[in-house]
């Protein structure tokens, strides 16, 4: 008999496709979950919002940098000939030292995150154990991931010093240590970095000081951000999903009934 086509524009996909009643009524509950889950993920807008934890994540390194450099202290040089000229030129080659130093600490973190990340949504893509509990779990499945990832970020923590202790024993680390002086005296006769430092020096004690405790409280704030975010999206991802599943599972039984009063008209004819 001729049959009627559904459209599936309102679940799992953003384009018009077109499905035939018997095909819908025939989908199993799986099929259905990853209709309900595609569209969810599309009506909460997914790409918009990993695009802006990303920038939160990925700014994080950053501002742990600066907090760094803004903290660090002026190094102690013996009185002599441009002594004050050395201490600004050693105390701005420390800050960027410093700088260079946490954000790559920080880097390494979020790099072992975001490998463990990466595996669960690989799991996710491959293992259907993993994704049926990812779908009908979402929060507790992403805290885990979360839990997991901060472990990871521990163990980085701690072995960072130790590869920064033994980089300076390698040719390499000694070369460098070596041409600080000369960096610093690039430093210290810097125009730009003059200019900016005299018009930094004008600014009020109390809003440096303001600043300063921003950039030190800045990555634990942006972190707490980060997953309260991610947290809020996951929970609303998982609220569109249970609307979407039960309106396809409601909307396939008067599919199958249809069909099934049709199938008997037509044997009776």
């Given at each position: ?89 050693l ?41 049926e ?16 990832g ?8 701690k ?5 920064v ?42 809003i ?44 396939q ?17």
């Open positions: 008999m001729q049959v009627n086509s559904v459209s599936s524009t309102n679940f799992g996909s953003t384009g018009k496709q077109k499905i035939d009643l018997e095909t819908f009524a025939n989908l199993s509950d799986r099929d259905l979950k990853n209709l309900a889950y595609a569209r969810a993920s599309y009506d909460v807008n997914d790409k918009k919002h990993k695009r802006i934890n990303n920038a939160i994540f990925y700014s994080i390194p950053v501002v742990a940098g600066l907090g760094a450099a803004v903290n660090t202290v002026a190094p102690v040089v013996k009185n002599s000939k441009g002594a004050a000229k050395n201490l600004t030129g105390l701005r080659t420390a800050k960027l030292k410093n700088f260079a130093k946490t954000t790559a600490l920080w880097t390494s973190m979020f790099l072992a995150a975001d490998a463990i990340f990466g595996a669960k949504h690989y799991l996710d893509k491959k293992s259907p154990t993993v994704k509990f990812s779908e009908k779990h979402p929060v507790l499945s992403t805290f885990t991931a979360i839990g997991v901060l472990a990871a970020v521990f163990g980085v923590s072995g960072f010093p130790k590869f202790k033994a980089f300076k024993s390698t040719q390499l680390g000694k070369d460098l240590l070596k041409k600080e002086g000369k960096l610093a005296a690039k430093l210290a006769d810097n125009k730009l970095i003059n200019k900016l430092s005299q018009k930094a020096s004008k600014i009020p004690p109390a440096k000081s303001f600043g300063k405790g921003l950039l030190n409280w800045g990555p634990l704030m942006l972190v707490l951000t980060s997953i309260m975010h991610t947290s809020s999206h996951e929970r609303a991802k998982a609220t569109e999903y249970g609307k979407n599943y039960e309106t396809l599972k409601t909307a039984s008067v599919v199958r009934e249809t069909l099934d009063a049709a199938s008997e008209i037509a044997e009776e004819v």
